[in-house]
């Protein structure tokens, strides 16, 4: 069974332009999850999908947007970047939107802001 | 404010020497405390959920155990390949996301 997949793998872009993640879920999961984990720092949640909703999100501002597509894949988009958006982006899928299910993580997209 | 922490940030030890991570968490309103290994560079790979004070899981040489305050990771028998960053993260009230401790970089060496 394919696990979860991000793309691209890396990205670099310059202070002040957009970035777009993509992220695919496990086959049967409505879920998806959005962190940030930058360097020294612990995952920071982002966003959360389910169903085709955002669901919650996490302390971060309004230029961090996403989106859930009907075939449950997600998309998160950073607009303006900054700096100290230089970070490991880690898309995480779940069976449905309780808390108690089990999120299995992707293998991350490393966004270089310059 | 929910808080996960863990403890030690680094741990070196030999192969062979066995030790305990752990990881202690807001107390009220627990849902599920998770273990995950992440590998540098790489996204967390799922280890174990456990639910309830007194549950234990193993697999391999780790064994995660949760009391009413907080969940040890013992590792066993260590080896090299054991080498990476352990995070523990729990759930609380529905309509929210999971919060990530910090983690415990452990660094096995032969």
């Known amino acids: 069974e394919a696990g979860v997949t991000q793309s691209p793998t890396h990205l670099i872009k310059t202070r002040g332009q957009q970035a777009t993640l993509r992220c695919s879920p496990i086959?049967?999961?409505?879920?998806v999850y959005w962190y940030q984990q930058a360097l020294g720092l612990g995952l920071q949640f982002l966003l959360w999908?389910?169903?085709?909703?955002?669901?919650n999100r996490g302390n971060f501002p309004p230029r961090f947007s996403g989106r859930q597509f009907p075939n449950y894949s997600s998309e998160l988009n950073v607009n303006a970047l900054e700096l100290e958006d230089s970070a490991l982006y880690l898309c995480?899928?779940?069976?449905?939107?309780?808390?108690?299910?089990?999120?299995?993580f992707g293998p991350g997209t490393r966004l270089t802001v310059l | 404010e929910d808080q996960v922490t863990q403890s030690p940030e680094a741990l070196r030890l030999q192969e062979g020497e066995s030790s305990s991570l752990n990881c202690s968490y807001t107390?009220?309103?627990?849902?599920?405390l998770f273990w995950y290994r992440q590998d540098p560079g790489k996204g967390p790979e799922f280890l174990f959920t456990?639910?309830?004070a007194g549950e234990e899981k193993e697999k391999e040489r780790l064994k995660a155990t949760l009391t009413k305050k907080e969940s040890f990771l013992h590792i066993t028998a260590p080896k090299p390949e054991d080498s990476a960053t352990y995070l523990c993260?729990?759930?609380?009230?529905?309509?929210?996301?999971?919060?990530f401790g910090k983690g415990t970089t452990l660094s096995v060496s032969s």
């Open positions: 995480a899928s779940s069976l449905g939107g309780t808390t108690t299910d089990t999120q299995y």
């Open positions: 086959s049967g999961h409505t879920s």
């Open positions: 999908y389910d169903e085709g909703e955002e669901r």
């Open positions: 107390v009220s309103g627990l849902r599920g």
């Open positions: 456990l639910y309830s």
């Open positions: 993260a729990a759930s609380y009230q529905a309509g929210t996301a999971l919060i």
